[in-house]
């Protein structure tokens, strides 16, 4: 059974590609598709990029950030080149949400650009 969280990033994949593509980006070309991690442990969320590092993917380098409340994150992203297919993308989602998991850091879900 789906959790619901995943589901929920899966919907959001949906939409998001639905949009894109009304919108008119080029659904020939790959995206670069931006999947976001925080956490308020520092520790944790540079192990996971560590891990994601070691995992061969393209990780940024982490980055403290400020919420609306006034809380301090580090955060940092994966980067992937992908095309605009919702499989695919929920394949990474799944994968993504997993690391964040096992690393006890947030996966603030994924988004990406308008390709003409």
Same mark, same amino acid.
């Given at each position: 059974m789906i959790e619901q969280e995943l589901q929920e990033l899966f919907d959001?994949?949906?939409t998001l590609i639905e949009e894109l593509v009304e919108d008119g980006t080029n659904e020939e070309?790959?995206?670069t598709i931006e999947h976001h991690f925080s956490?308020?442990? #520092?520790?944790?969320l540079e192990q996971a990029a560590v891990?994601? #590092?070691k995992m061969g993917l393209e990780v940024d380098e982490p980055e403290e950030a400020?919420?609306?409340d006034g809380t301090k994150v580090f955060a940092f992203d994966i980067i992937t080149e992908q095309a605009l297919e919702v499989e695919i993308i929920n394949d990474e989602v799944k994968a993504m949400y997993e690391l964040a998991k096992k690393s006890k850091i947030d996966y603030d879900g994924w988004g990406t650009y308008f390709e003409e």
């Open positions: 959001y994949t949906n070309v790959h995206h956490s308020v442990d #520092f520790n944790a891990t994601a #590092f400020e919420l609306e």
